[in-house]
């Protein structure tokens, strides 16, 4: 059975950090993606890594946070660093194999 399990979201003040870790079981991805979705608005990509270690950004997030896996742990980390209010979301691990998977979320609040 697959699962993808998020932790690491929590209250943090603007300018600080969070990391986000996602575990995955019961399969290995060739590429896995956080995203985030705010009060209101659409889930969007926060950021995406393959199997090799390509990344892809939102601009959005560019240059301050960054995607990075351990694959021998199957486990995709987000960290974010110069946090701002409106980065303020649920963010999701989301894999795609023979169909999408995510995770449950994990609630990440910035305050100014």
């Known amino acids: 059975q697959v699962q993808l399990v998020e932790s690491g979201g929590g209250l943090v003040q603007a300018g600080g950090s969070l990391r986000l870790s996602c575990a995955a079981s019961?399969?290995?991805?060739?590429?896995m993606d956080w995203y985030r979705q705010a009060p209101g608005k659409q889930r969007e990509l926060v950021a995406a890594i393959t199997i090799r270690g390509s990344t892809n950004y939102a601009d959005s997030v560019k240059g301050r946070f960054t995607i990075s896996r351990d694959n021998a742990k199957n486990t995709v980390y987000l960290q974010m660093n110069s946090l701002k209010p409106e980065d303020t979301a649920d963010y999701y691990c989301h894999a795609y194999s023979v169909r999408d998977y995510w995770g449950k979320g994990t609630l990440v609040t910035v305050s100014a």
């Open positions: 019961g399969s290995i991805f060739s590429t």
